[in-house]
């Protein structure tokens, strides 16, 4: 079972960054991709990025496409993934959930949010203006 940790929210000015860490443990498979999704009040949960363990293949929302990297890094038995989140806007406040969807071939962009295997405990960023 996919057990996943995350970390590195807070409160920052705009303009300012951050970098949220996801710490996954326990995969079946190894093919599969981890996505950042995003989820503010009142509103519907959105997938802000993803990338692929397979070929590091990545994938932004156009709202973050270059304010936003994702990264990856493979332990032995753990993959710690990264979002740099960069010029943060008060529009970027939400809860931010690392979840993880074996893709067996697919790009980590093609699941719907209910096809998502294993979901993090999410971690709050807030954007002052």
């Known amino acids: 079972e996919v057990q996943l940790v995350e970390s590195g929210g807070g409160l920052v000015q705009a303009g300012g960054s951050l970098r949220l860490s996801c710490v996954g443990s326990g995969f079946a498979f190894h093919e599969y991709g981890t996505a950042w999704f995003r989820q503010a009040p009142g509103k519907e949960r959105e997938r802000v990025s993803c990338i692929n363990s397979r070929d590091g293949a990545t994938f932004y929302t156009d709202s973050v496409e270059g304010r936003f990297t994702i990264s990856s890094d493979n332990a032995e038995n753990t993959t710690t993934t990264y979002l740099q989140m960069n010029s943060l806007e008060p529009e970027d406040t939400a809860i931010y959930y690392c979840?993880?969807?074996?893709?067996?071939?697919?790009?980590?962009?093609?699941?719907?949010?209910?096809?998502?295997?294993?979901w993090g405990q999410g971690t709050q960023v807030t954007v002052s203006s």
């Open positions: 979840a993880v969807v074996y893709l067996l071939g697919a790009d980590c962009r093609d699941p719907t949010i209910r096809e998502f295997d294993a």
